[in-house]
T-cell receptor
Framework: AQSVAQPEDQVNVAEGNPLTVKCTYS??????LFWYVQYPNRGLQFLLK??????LVKGSYGFEAEFNKSQTSFHLKKPSALVSDSALYFC?????????????FGKGTTLSVSS | ETGVTQTPRHLVMGMTNKKSLKCEQH?????MYWYKQSAKKPLELMFV???????ENNSVPSRFSPECPNSSHLFLHLHTLQPEDSALYLC??????????????FGSGTRLTVV
């Protein structure tokens, strides 16, 4: 069975500092991995995805994520946080070998960036 | 506006009421999904439709009844709900259930409160 773990309920960081939001996954085959962001009273918005190739994936708003197969992780990063990055972030996975299955999401991590 | 519209945005209903949530997309997508979002819990996949056929029902209580009359519309019919059903209900669509690399487009959700 597929699953996603986001070990932190909340991450606090000062504006201008680097940020990391952690995600680990479990699939029986090869993973397709996604990050989504949710602002208050809005649905989830796509940030970036890893399908294959370079382990460092770049996405929207200056975010990037690093795929690490040996650690089964896909942490979200940004070199310099902005107050406007404050939101709820979801990691999601799909098993490449399980055709026709839906995305499985984690519980989300609240990112709070202080000025 | 993302292309996926959910109505109503907010709904308060009593435990004996019957109501329906509506989701509409005009993106030409062939797969649609209902997710339940509760605080500090993983997004819970409820139902999956592909080409108007239900392909997944994740042990959801029968007081939730989905309907997909065509590829653009998805409903969630609610009756005799419990207070623990209070949550944000998200609708999403994707190009195709079999598109492993594709992400989802989410609506803004319906905030449901059961009193």
């Amino acid at each position: 069975a597929q699953s996603v773990a986001q070990p932190e309920d909340q991450v606090n960081v000062a504006e201008g500092n680097p940020l990391t939001v952690k995600c680990t996954y479990s699939v029986s085959g090869n993973p397709y991995l996604f990050w989504y962001v949710q602002y208050p009273n809005r649905g989830l918005q796509f940030l970036l995805k890893y399908i294959t190739g370079d382990n460092l994936v770049k996405g929207s708003y200056g975010f990037e994520a690093e795929f690490n197969k040996s650690q089964t992780s896909f942490h979200l990063k940004k070199p310099s946080a902005l107050v406007s990055d404050s939101a709820l972030y979801f990691c999601a996975v799909r098993d490449y070998d399980q055709a026709g299955t839906a995305l499985i999401f984690g519980k989300g991590t609240t990112l709070s960036v202080s000025s | 506006e993302t292309g996926v519209t959910q109505t109503p945005r907010h709904l308060v209903m009593g435990m004996t009421n019957k109501k329906s949530l509506k989701c509409e997309q005009h993106l030409g997508h062939n797969a649609m999904y209902w997710y339940k979002q509760s605080a500090k819990k993983p997004l819970e996949l409820m139902f999956v439709y592909s080409l108007e056929e239900r392909v997944e029902n994740n042990s959801v209580p029968s007081r939730f009844s989905p309907e997909c009359p065509n590829s653009s519309h998805l409903f969630l019919h609610l009756h005799t709900l419990q207070p623990e059903d209070s949550a944000l209900y998200l609708c999403a669509s994707s190009q195709d259930l079999w598109d492993r690399m594709g992400g989802y487009t989410f609506g803004s959700g319906t905030r449901l409160t059961v009193v």
